[in-house]
């Protein structure tokens, strides 16, 4: 008799993803499983090789249309990856190895680092991300995340 594997979670289109080794507060991703890859929203974005080590540094803005909240991260490259974006424009761009976590799952994954001013999320969680974690509710949000709650004006 063949054993059944544990269900996977349900997770809708858009989802909070926190990303702990890189920021304190959770992003708001799409799930898109018509990409690929994974990509996140890096400002001031600078590859460079010391010792013989690629490095990037970059800002992270996690609120949607805004960038009052930023945060400066420095981290390893893993590699690079040419990536075909909607509009069809091809571009090469460094891939960061961090874990991830929507709601209680916590999982290992590899992003793509580029500039999405104009996109509607600032991060996008494509298939590989995803493969063997989660089953996607195409009409649902926020399945397995919350809101974070705003914190007061300073």
Not at 12 to 22: K, M, S
Not at 58 to 71: D, G, L, M, V
Not at 72 to 85: I, L, M, Q
């Amino acid at each position: 008799m063949a054993t059944r594997k544990k269900p996977r979670p349900v997770i809708g289109w858009r989802e909070f993803v926190e990303l702990t080794d890189l920021i304190d507060r959770p992003i708001k991703a799409k799930i898109d499983t018509g990409a690929r890859t994974s990509a996140l929203h890096a400002f001031a974005l600078d590859v460079s090789e010391i010792d013989g080590v690629t490095t990037a540094a970059f800002e992270i803005h996690p609120e949607q249309r805004s960038a009052r909240y930023a945060r400066s991260v420095t981290c390893e490259v893993a590699g690079f990856r040419k990536v075909r974006s909607s509009n069809g424009k091809s571009e090469l761009r460094p891939v960061i190895e961090t874990v991830a976590r929507i709601g209680k799952v916590e999982w290992p994954i590899e992003i793509t680092l580029t500039r999405r001013d104009d996109m509607g999320f600032r991060m996008l969680l494509g298939r590989s991300a995803i493969r063997k974690q989660f089953l996607v509710h195409p009409s649902r949000s926020y399945l397995l995340s919350s809101k974070p709650r705003k914190e007061p004006p300073k």
